[in-house]
């Protein structure tokens, strides 16, 4: 027990340690491309448009939309939510409504304090909808931000005007001067300090995050303007451990923004090949316009069909007939998160046929408006008829859901092999009803039968699946503790690691039945047999040859290292970029069961070859993931040349 008390401080020391060393805000506290994130408006500026006053109103959606998902994280993003309503009172984002209500008599922020609580308890944390940019002569705060030059100016000393909105004429916030002055700090530390919660949520949602108005009277730049909110994306991190997401994506904010709520929107489209960027790093939701069975245009590229998208649910509609948000949940987020838990290994385009292939041997493609995805080579999706793993729970769970309402037959994936009966339920918003139990599976399949609109769970026989437990919840399956890098050694590995096992790119490989070493996602080059240079690394102890070889992925790709119980490990990875090719990584250190990152470091500049040495227990893997930074560059593909065990 004391071994692990040491091991958890050292892997909390390793962690501070690899966050100051990356040059932007990675790695993140939440994973959003593992949390459904959607939005609810509280209130908007004037009567006749939304108005949610009743937080436990509120509260019932949030309770809906956990039973849909199943217990699934939630962030739920609250629009609204400040005095007069939507888009009042800025620049500064606060006070809370005062008109808001909850039971027990409570108004304004005690009622919006109870609201955050109650909706924990259905797997679902709270944050705000802000916005950084806009301000209001009708604040209270407009003589603060006018008399310290915090409001853009233009040459000749004129406020630089943003959009109306409801009405209202708005202003850009100079950002620069703002927070030079420590008066964006001082906006920022009002709000959490109100509302402290937000730390536990770790996010805070910034609104058009694209517009970075530039500031001529003070010679501010567009630029200079979008390099404050990086400050801002660092300073929530190190001081709150709260990570920044945005309406749109911006991809000079790599790195430092983890998901855009509005993803893909005409002109504010990333244009990145999403073979590029992976999930965790950067993720998305999708435009207000949801699909077009809601009468509304569809402007999700391609793109965003085949790697999946999640759902934003601002409209009004979802909260009202809640089961039009199940049937979105169903269509996108299922499969979306499903696939963001994959490796992107190729993506192709032949006319209007888009086809991308993950590990798991899963294959999303779309074509004349119509997703499919199968495993290898069943279907489990269909447009609106999907069969998908609900992965987030502790015990086996399928949800299988049908638009229209037809027979068909699915096929089990592997991890059923052994489940011979099973029990089938109907998920309502509001319910879970037992329709069939002990259902025989034969042949690894199951054929149903379903009405309209049905969305069923299938769990093995005998589950108890109202009780709810995510993955989540579990302990970790592995520890970390990180022991620091050694660029010296370079190819000259006997002696010095190894004496307990190794796997040589192009080389020998030696381990005992206690060490389970595997590798998704990597394809083996060789780049030069038997080389003179020391920065390759000798095939075997015998030290009669050399290899420059390396495990290599266009992407990212996973060392799985499964120790037996109570085995400890020293763990050492060899990483040479033997072409000089400006490879930049993430070497991440991951739960495989939740994809937690439990430590994790960036590096750059191993021509000449570096050891990263770990210790390890149970069952880990590392995630080597192609990284741009300080600037949208071009580096080498992830790649690592040789994995050493030693005591």
Same mark, same amino acid.
């Given at each position: ?87 009042? *009172? +800025? !620049? ?6 005062? %008109? ?8 304004? /922020?005690? $009622? @919006? ?97 694209? *517009? +970075? !108005? ?6 501010? %730049? ?8 990086? /400050?801002? $994306? @660092? ?413």
């Amino acid at each position: 027990m004391r071994y692990l008390f040491t091991l958890l401080a050292s892997l909390l020391l390793a962690n501070a340690i690899s966050a100051q060393e990356l040059p932007t805000a990675y790695p993140f506290g939440k994973d959003l491309s593992q949390t459904m994130t959607y939005k609810v408006m509280l209130r908007c500026a004037t009567p006749d448009q939304v108005s949610n006053l009743d937080l436990s109103a509120v509260l019932k959606y949030i309770r809906q939309l956990d039973n849909i998902t199943r217990g699934l994280p939630k962030i739920v993003i609250f629009g609204g939510y400040q005095q007069d309503g939507h888009d009042h *009172q +800025y !620049p500064w984002w606060l006070p809370a409504d005062s %008109t808001l209500f909850a039971p027990g008599r409570l108004k304004g /922020k005690p $009622a @919006l304090d109870w609201l955050m609580r109650e909706a924990a308890k259905y797997h679902t944390h709270c944050t705000f909808h802000v916005n950084p940019f806009d301000a209001y002569m009708e604040s209270p705060e407009w003589n603060l931000y006018a008399k310290n030059n915090l409001i853009c100016k233009d040459k000749d000393g004129s406020f630089v005007k943003g959009q109306k909105w409801w009405g209202r004429q708005s202003y850009f916030v100079d950002l620069v001067n703002e927070w030079n002055t420590g008066i964006g700090k001082q906006r920022i530390d009002a709000l959490i300090k109100a509302f402290p919660q937000l730390q536990e949520t770790g996010v805070l949602y910034f609104d058009n995050i694209t *517009q +970075y !108005p530039a500031s001529p009277y003070f010679n501010h %730049t567009s630029d200079g303007q979008r390099n404050i909110i990086k /400050k801002i $994306a @660092l300073y929530l991190k190190n001081k709150y451990s709260i990570q920044l997401i945005a309406e749109y994506g911006d991809k000079q904010l790599y790195g430092y923004l983890s998901q855009g709520i509005t993803w893909d929107w005409g002109e504010y489209s990333l244009g990145i090949n999403p073979m590029e960027i992976p999930p965790y790093l950067m993720c998305g939701g999708r435009d207000i316009a949801h699909d077009k069975l809601l009468g509304q245009r569809l402007d999700i590229k391609p793109t965003l069909q085949v790697f999946g998208s999640s759902v934003q649910f601002e409209d009004i509609q979802f909260q009202h007939f809640p089961e039009r948000a199940q049937r979105e949940f169903a269509h996108h987020t299922l499969a979306y998160f499903n696939l963001n838990r994959l490796l992107r290994e190729k993506y192709t385009v032949d006319k209007d046929a888009y086809t991308a292939y993950f590990s798991d041997n899963i294959v999303s493609s779309y074509k004349d408006s119509l997703q499919t995805i199968t495993q290898n080579g069943h279907l489990i999706k269909s447009g609106y008829d999907v069969f998908m793993p609900v992965y987030w729970l502790d015990h086996p769970e399928i949800m299988c859901y049908s638009l229209s309402g037809k027979m068909r037959t699915w096929v089990f994936p592997k991890s059923w092999n052994k489940v011979g009966t099973a029990d089938i339920y109907l998920i309502k918003p509001d319910t879970v009803l037992l329709q069939e139990t002990s259902r025989s599976i034969k042949d690894h399949s199951i054929t149903l039968k379903m009405n309209a609109g049905d969305c069923l769970s299938i769990v093995p026989h005998g589950t108890a699946i109202n009780h709810i437990r995510t993955i989540y919840q579990l302990p970790v399956s592995g520890m970390v503790a990180f022991n620091g890098a050694d660029r010296k050694t370079k190819g000259n590995w006997v002696g010095s690691y190894g004496k307990k096992g190794y796997d040589i790119a192009g080389g020998q490989r030696r381990l005992t039945s206690q060490i389970n070493l595997r590798y998704i996602g990597s394809n083996l080059e060789t780049w030069a047999s038997m080389p003179a240079d020391d920065r390759a690394l000798y095939t075997s102890p015998k030290k009669y040859n050399r290899v420059a070889a390396g495990n290599t992925a266009i992407l990212h790709e996973l060392i799985d290292i499964n120790l037996s119980r109570h085995l400890q490990k020293k763990v050492t990875l060899y990483i040479l970029d033997w072409q000089h090719q400006h490879r930049q990584m993430l070497v991440d250190v991951i739960d495989p069961n939740t994809k937690k990152v439990l430590q994790s470091n960036v590096i750059s500049n191993f021509d000449s070859g570096v050891y990263l040495n770990y210790t390890l227990t149970g069952h880990v893997q590392f995630r080597l993931t192609r990284f741009f930074y300080e600037g949208y560059k071009d580096p080498g593909y992830p790649t690592f040349s040789g994995v050493f065990f030693d005591n």
